[in-house]
């Protein structure tokens, strides 16, 4: 008797919205609404268990309003087609029993699904194979079209998905979003290569800190205060520059006295040697004066 009900409302349907003289604006919201959502819930099987070759719609359509209204799945002006998404419709000759037609489309190259409506090898994703009419998945991936994951990196799980921390995306929340620079993909470490005025692991702060610097993003020289800063530097620079003119000047002199103090050793070292030479001669000279006088005394007393 369930099983009977649909059948039961469709036909109640189709004998209360067939008489000629109702037309499409005469018909009441209502009752419209109930015959969609009845056409919305048929299944193909049941659409062509209801088929009437005599009917003016086909497969379990309604006529209403001088219009074939279309279960869900059907199309064509008498509801004689599928809706195929990628393929061809084989319309009045679908047969489950057939050799032949027992798929209600052709589907083309890459496609499957009762209506040609999605490929296997894009049913899986990257994230398995298509084998056997259904997903092998790969990695932690599981599930029908391997939509879920068992892994999370930069994250927690929660019903087969990994919500990821701030800064972190992907299935896994494996890969990382730099607020400035590039992952680094080199080192395979979930970190950014920064630039010169970042740091971080995102380079989500500046390298510098300082009164004069401005916050982050910036992470530069104030420029109201620039001006200041330029003006000291200079100021620097020409102590800087007065300072090695007095080192130079120092240098300058100590070298100058250093060539005078070398002169001046060396004069009294030769004036010394003079003297020392001198005076050994006299002590010759004298001794050698002696050495006559004694001589001639002698002879004086021979």
Known sequence: MHCLRPVLQLVLLFLFLTPSSIKANDLDESVLSDVHRILQKRSILDNVA????????????????????????????????????????????????????????????????????????????????????????????????????????????????????????????????????????????????????????????CKKHGPLLEPFPHCELDPSKKKHIEKAAEHRAKVKRGIRRRIQIICICVVALSVVAFFVCVGRCVHKNAITAKNLRNREDTAERHRLLTNHVRLQKL
């Open 50 to 205: 209801l088929d009437d070759p005599r009917a003016p719609c086909r497969n379990g359509g309604i006529f209403a309003g001088g219009i074939c209204h279309c279960i869900k799945g059907q199309t064509g002006d008498h509801c004689e087609h599928f809706e195929c998404v990628k393929g061809l419709s084989v319309g009045f000759r679908f047969d489950p029993e057939s050799l032949l037609f027992n798929e209600p489309c052709i589907c083309e190259q890459g496609w499957k699904g009762e209506m040609c409506d999605y490929q296997p090898a894009e049913k899986c994703g990257n994230k398995g194979e298509w084998k056997k009419d259904r997903c092998e998945c790969v990695g932690s991936y599981f599930g029908s079209e391997c939509q879920y994951t068992s892994k999370c990196v930069e994250g927690f799980l929660r019903n087969g998905r990994c919500i990821c921390d701030v800064g972190f995306e992907g299935d896994y929340c494996n890969k990382i979003i730099c607020v400035y620079g590039t992952p680094d993909l080199k080192n395979r470490t979930l970190s950014c290569d920064c630039p010169e005025k970042f740091a971080g692991r995102r380079c989500e702060k």
